[in-house]
Nanobody, 113 residues
Framework: QVNIEESGGGTVQPGGSLRLSCVAP????????WDWYRQVPGKERERVAS???????EYADSVRGRFTISRDNDKNTVYLQMNDLKPEDTAVYYC???????WGQGTQVTVSS
């Protein structure tokens, strides 16, 4: 069993910021593409940001310019900095090493006034 742990969620007002963290075992963390997803009840999981082993970045149109994905190889951690949050960003956020079935419990982000 692989333990992947997301954290950093919470409740913020529109326009606010949060930074999500995702920690994984080192042998899983290194050499993988990492994706951040989000999911709203009743909808499919949506990929919002990706980072390759060479730090190539990709974003969904809905978050480009507001979210930034990064990684710290010394800490086996992937981050998602979320700025200018909107109510439609409300979801449970998950990280995932691409092409694996390793998932954590997710972290809830709620954007509400």
């Amino acid at each position: 069993q692989v333990n992947i742990e997301e954290s950093g969620g919470g409740t913020v007002q529109p326009g606010g910021s949060l930074r999500l963290s995702c920690v994984a075992p080192r042998h899983i963390f290194l050499g993988n593409f990492w994706d951040w997803y989000r999911q709203v009840p009743g909808k499919e999981r949506e990929r919002v940001a990706s980072i390759s082993w060479a730090d190539s970045l990709e974003y969904a149109d809905s978050v480009r310019g507001r979210f930034t994905i990064s990684r710290d190889n010394d800490k086996n951690t992937v981050y998602l900095q979320m700025n200018d949050l909107k109510p439609e960003d409300t979801a449970v956020y998950y990280c995932n090493p691409r092409y694996t079935t390793y998932w954590g419990q997710g972290t809830q982000v709620t954007v509400s006034s």
